[in-house]
């Protein structure tokens, strides 16, 4: 059955391979004008078909015909954009947006293309992943602005919940995103139902001494970035993008991860078979604004709310390992609520194999 729908739809799409690389030129040799989604949701069709294994592709025709897929759920999926001073905020809503949704945030220089292959496996019907400032389709910030990517994500957090009049917020936060969701909680202990944190316990925690002789040269470094222009953007072809991912992440993101990732990372170019990062590269700039352990205990100590926490192992490599622990004996104080799991993994296992921890989360929300 699954080879008969293969071959069904690999004939329907040899034409429509040739069709799109055809649009795609004409619309870059007449200058056609192309909302950002338009572009975007043209370059998923070429990733989806071009890339995409035999495996894959009977997946995606059986997704056609059945309701239930080794257990994901189907969702609709909508894009979003949050009006902020700057420009917006895009999202991707997953589900009946009549329903309050659990919010989703990603991790540094990731995206919300990040928890694509996790949410189908939630049995959370409503979820709401968001793309930080700068990062996937959202606005970068104004041109001289730095980016405090702990401060910068807590205010935009905020931003969301007041857009959309929330009393309380639902929290699911990746790397940064679970730091983000951290300094939510502690900011306003009485505003969040529950917050889950993957692979992260706090804002990183940096020794002073070490913040220090450090900050001449992030200056100059981010200097450099934001005098970048337009037209000495790198430009890659898509399997130098992918391999730049998997580098760049040392092993951490598999290739099918990479190739969720870059649905929101890359853009194209006026070169049909170019890309370039969406991403502002003023984030590669990130050392300013660490926090201090005393800190971070600090805020640890207004968490209120029920309370998971899914490290990997391996997982993030940290400067002070030992600091994990203590952030979470300090969570468990005050929380309503308070579960740690360990599952073996890299830092970005939610992506590569997010069965391991889809159990574990809809465990904690249903008890």
């Not at 400067?319 to 979470?328: F, G, K, R, T």
């Not at 104080?333 to 992506?351: D, Q, R, T, W």
């Amino acid at each position: 059955m699954s080879d008969i729908i293969y071959l069904k739809f690999q004939a329907r799409y040899d034409d429509f391979y040739t069709d799109l690389r055809h649009l795609w030129k004409s619309a870059v040799r007449w200058n056609f004008s192309l909302t950002k989604y338009e572009q975007i949701n043209l370059l998923q069709i070429f990733i989806d078909y071009r890339y995409s294994t035999v495996s894959q592709m009977s997946i995606a025709a059986k997704k056609s015909v059945s309701e239930n897929l080794n257990g994901q759920k189907l969702h609709n999926v909508e894009e979003i954009e949050i009006p902020v001073p700057w420009g917006h905020i895009s999202g991707k809503w997953w589900g009946p947006k009549s329903e309050q949704p659990l919010v989703a945030i990603h991790g540094w220089q990731d995206n919300s293309g990040t928890f694509d292959r996790l949410i189908p496996l939630l049995s959370n019907e409503s979820v709401l992943a968001i793309d930080l400032p700068g990062h996937g389709l959202s606005s970068h910030l104004p041109r001289g602005q730095f980016y405090y990517i702990f401060c910068d994500g807590l205010i935009t957090l905020r931003r969301v919940a007041k857009y959309f009049k929330w009393n309380k917020i639902k929290l699911l936060g990746h790397s940064l995103g679970g730091a983000i969701s951290f300094l939510y909680a502690a900011s306003y202990p009485d505003e969040v139902e529950f917050m889950i944190s993957l692979d992260i316990a706090s804002p990183s925690v940096r020794d002073p001494s070490k913040i220090a002789p450090l900050t001449g040269d992030t200056i100059d470094k981010y200097l450099k970035y934001e005098a970048l222009e337009a037209s000495n953007v790198p430009l890659y072809t898509y399997n130098e993008v992918l391999d730049i991912v998997e580098d760049a992440y040392n092993g951490s993101v598999s290739r099918e991860g990479a190739i969720a990732l870059m649905k929101r990372g890359i853009r194209p170019s006026s070169n049909p078979e170019k890309y370039y990062f969406s991403r502002d590269p003023r984030l590669k700039v990130s050392a300013l604004g660490m926090m201090s352990m005393d800190l971070v205990l600090a805020y640890a100590t207004q968490i209120k709310c029920a309370y998971l926490n899914i490290r990997a192992m391996p997982g993030l490599k940290l400067d002070h390992p030992e600091n994990y622990d203590i952030v979470m004996d300090q969570i468990k104080m005050g929380a309503k609520k308070f579960e740690y799991h360990k599952v073996e993994g890299s830092h970005h296992v939610h992506l590569n194999n997010p069965e391991k921890i889809a159990s574990i989360i809809d465990n904690f929300l249903s008890t």
